[in-house]
């Protein structure tokens, strides 16, 4: 008479059933996290230099067309629809370096700048506080 003997190999697979379930969502959970921070930073950091490269387009048309001409804001706010009127600041200086004296025949350097603009998170039910760019 032969006698069988089981493995017990197969109770332990058992017990690791679920293990992988377990261990991808703790390193799922890890890797999204960075994965959408790096995402927000790469975005904040094109909204800096596309708002840098606006006031730059902004200072170039200003030196040529009149004062307060109504194409500085617009073409600004073509080149970054996320800029409103009310955060562009334009400044001619005169000759004595001082603001707001001087007419088109007499302006000898113009300033435009971008302020109060803050960067919000668009990540759904993330919590981030909106943080003012420079």
Do not use: H
């Amino acid at each position: 008479m032969k006698k069988l003997i089981r493995f017990s190999g197969t109770s332990s697979l058992k017990r690791q059933k679920g293990a992988a379930a377990v261990e991808f969502a703790l390193i799922a959970t890890l890797f999204f996290t960075v994965l959408f921070g790096i995402m927000e930073f790469g975005r904040v950091l094109y909204m800096m230099n596309t708002a840098s490269e606006a006031t730059r387009l902004g200072a170039r048309i200003a030196v040529v067309c009149d004062m307060n001409a109504p194409a500085i804001t617009q073409k600004m706010q073509t080149l970054a629809n996320f800029i409103s009127n009310d955060n562009i600041d334009i400044a001619y200086y005169g000759k004595d370096g001082e603001s707001g004296g001087c007419d088109e025949n007499d302006c000898w350097y113009v300033t435009v700048s971008i302020t109060g603009l803050s960067v919000q998170s668009v990540i759904p039910l993330v919590p981030m506080p909106s943080f003012p760019m420079p």
